[in-house]
């Protein structure tokens, strides 16, 4: 009978094949080490034997079969021309024997790996059965013949074909063609140089959550690095190996914007600093530091309490059981509700301050509000109520006043060191002024 006698593996149809690692991830390895052939070497021969036991009679020296077929009638397709004297199928060059089943042909797989944009081509090199590699001239006529113009410098690929050991069966790449990559532009941006996220809230020693102390407030010091500049790069056309233009694109990068009071330091210019004391004010992407802290809602579990270096703006109010620090003012956009407010400077209220028993405020300053109720109030300043205090305790090392026309103190007791000023006097009250003896 009539066999064919592959010296390579004829199942194998592809240069590499896919498969999955030992953590499931799916990577590329080499289909079959036998398949790689030089120019002239045998490919496969047709013989006939009587039995299975005559194979090892029609093998070529040096040579190893890894496959029998019976399917005779195969021709010599790209890459492999057929002896018909002694019946053996031949490489032209170097390549990648397969059997392509659609045309019932045996060729040769150009071993040319092209990358996804086309900018660089590698070559793939693997000892034949008889150590043979690819030459110089060999690879410069395949590049030719693919019409790729970008071929790298001819000692470069020599000095890479140098280094192959055609004793080792290990695969090469070899780089071959390069074009010029595209160089994508992006403007520039600012990237944060510390942590920009408040705290979820405090651990406390018995290992609770104080959900209250999330320190909302990021205090910043003058000259305290707050971001780092990312420069911005022009774009550029690339070329790929065959002479095509590559595009380029303009990224638009994820970072964030410089806002007032950031400055390039002295050392670096890519780092930026605060030039004020403050606290770290955030807007969108903007990234600023405001000498005043500012919260634009409540002061509540999603502020936490706040003690801050300078002055705080709260455009709500401050919500029972919550507490304002500040060494600057205190500007309270609506109310103060059995909370507890402190500031080294004034405090001012646009609506009332009131409580249940907690209600207190310390002021190194002034305190002005719309109305007090159930509070205990301290200032070294003046203390300015527009409409009435009821049922408080109040003590002012200046005045005290209640400045509408129906103003008036109800209740509670009052001390001033020089004057106690309502327009209208309310219920039994007790009135002190000037500071009490000791």
């Keep these: 009978m009539r066999i064919l006698l592959c010296y390579f593996d004829s199942k194998v149809k592809r240069i590499f094949t ?3 690692d030992e953590n499931g991830k799916t990577v590329r390895a080499l289909s ?6 030089y120019k002239n070497e045998i490919v496969a021969k047709t013989i006939s034997i009587e039995s299975a036991e005559e194979i090892k009679n029609h093998i070529d020296e040096g040579y190893n079969y890894y496959s029998v077929e019976k399917n005779t009638a195969l021709k010599a397709g790209e890459g492999v021309f057929f002896d018909p004297e002694k019946g053996q199928f031949m490489a032209n060059n170097y390549g990648f024997v397969i059997i392509e089943d659609s045309t019932q042909k045996i060729k040769l797989l150009t071993p040319l790996q092209i990358s996804k944009n086309k900018v660089q081509a590698y070559y793939l090199i693997f ?10 001239k060999d690879i410069e006529d395949v590049l030719y013949a693919k019409k790729i113009l970008a071929i790298a410098e001819k000692e470069s690929i020599e000095a890479q074909l140098r280094e192959i050991n055609t004793s080792e069966k290990t695969l090469h790449r070899v780089l071959v063609s390069r ?17 920009l996220e408040k705290k979820a809230g405090k651990f406390l020693e018995d290992g609770r959550i104080d959900f209250k102390e999330q320190d909302s407030i990021i205090e910043i010091k003058r000259g305290q690095e707050i971001l780092r500049k990312i420069p911005g790069v022009k774009a550029e056309e690339g070329m790929d190996i065959y002479g095509n233009k590559v595009t380029a694109e303009f990224e638009v990068r994820e970072g964030v914007l410089k806002g007032d009071h950031i400055v390039e330091s002295n050392g670096d210019p890519t780092v930026f600093v605060s030039d004020i004391d403050g606290c770290l004010n955030i807007e969108g992407k903007k990234v600023s530091v405001a000498p005043i802290a500012i919260i634009k809602g409540n002061v509540d579990y999603d502020s936490g309490n706040i003690d801050f270096n300078g002055s705080v703006h709260i455009m709500g109010s401050v919500l029972p059981g919550f507490t304002v620090k500040a060494k600057g003012d205190i500007l309270i956009d609506k109310n103060a509700d059995d909370s507890y407010l402190e500031a080294e400077g004034s405090v001012a209220v646009k609506q009332g301050i009131a ?7 310390v002021a190194g300053n002034k305190i002005k509000a719309k109305y007090i109720l159930n509070a205990d109030i301290e200032a070294v300043g003046e203390i300015e109520i527009d409409d009435s205090i009821i049922n408080s305790k109040v003590f002012s090392n200046d005045k005290v006043s209640v400045t509408a026309k129906n103003g ?10 020089h004057e106690i000023s309502p327009t209208s006097r309310g219920c039994p009250r007790k009135t002190k002024p000037g500071l009490p003896s000791e």
Excluded at 32 to 37: E, G, R
Excluded at 127 to 136: A, C, H, N, V
């Design 18 to 20: 896919e498969r999955q």
């Design 408 to 417: 008036k103190i109800i209740g509670g007791e009052i001390i001033a060191r």
């Design 179 to 195: 074009g010029r990559e595209a160089v994508n532009g992006y403007d520039e941006y600012f990237v944060p140089m510390m942590k």
């Design 355 to 361: 409580g249940k028993g907690s209600m207190k405020v």
């Design 32 to 37: 079959s080490i036998h398949n790689f052939v």
């Design 127 to 136: 000892p034949t059965k008889l150590g043979q590699i690819s030459s110089y």
